[in-house]
Nanobody
Framework: QVQLVESGGGLVQAGGSLRLSCAASGIIFRINAMGWYRQAPGKQRELVAAITSDGSTNYADSVKGRFTISTDNTKRTVYLQMNSLKPEDTAVYYC????????????WGQGTQVTISS
């Protein structure tokens, strides 16, 4: 089993910054990719940013230049630095980790609320 624990959400004013963290633990032999998704009320969950084991990154067009995804030295924790936040960034943010443990896995965090006030 792989567990993900997220932290860092909250309420900030437009133009502010937040940093989300997601730590993976459990039986993990290899992590192939880590990503952040978000889901706003009444909308589908969407990919915000992802990073692969070789360091390649991918961002939604709506966050390019404002958000940065990164990992720590162990590559078991993924961060999402969010700058220049906008009210439309308001959503529940979920981390996702894909890799190999006892078998292939794709695990989700519990979600953290990010609210941006105008």
């Amino acid at each position: 089993q792989v567990q993900l624990v997220e932290s860092g959400g909250g309420l900030v004013q437009a133009g502010g910054s937040l940093r989300l963290s997601c730590a993976a633990s459990g039986i993990i032999f290899r992590i192939n990719a880590m990503g952040w998704y978000r889901q706003a009320p009444g909308k589908q969950r969407e990919l915000v940013a992802a990073i692969t084991s070789d360091g390649s990154t991918n961002y939604a067009d709506s966050v390019k230049g404002r958000f940065t995804i990164s990992t720590d030295n162990t590559k078991r924790t993924v961060y999402l630095q969010m700058n220049s936040l906008k009210p439309e960034d308001t959503a529940v943010y979920y981390c996702n980790v894909e890799g190999v443990g006892l078998g292939l896995f794709s695990s989700w965090g519990q979600g953290t609320q990010v609210t941006i006030s105008s």
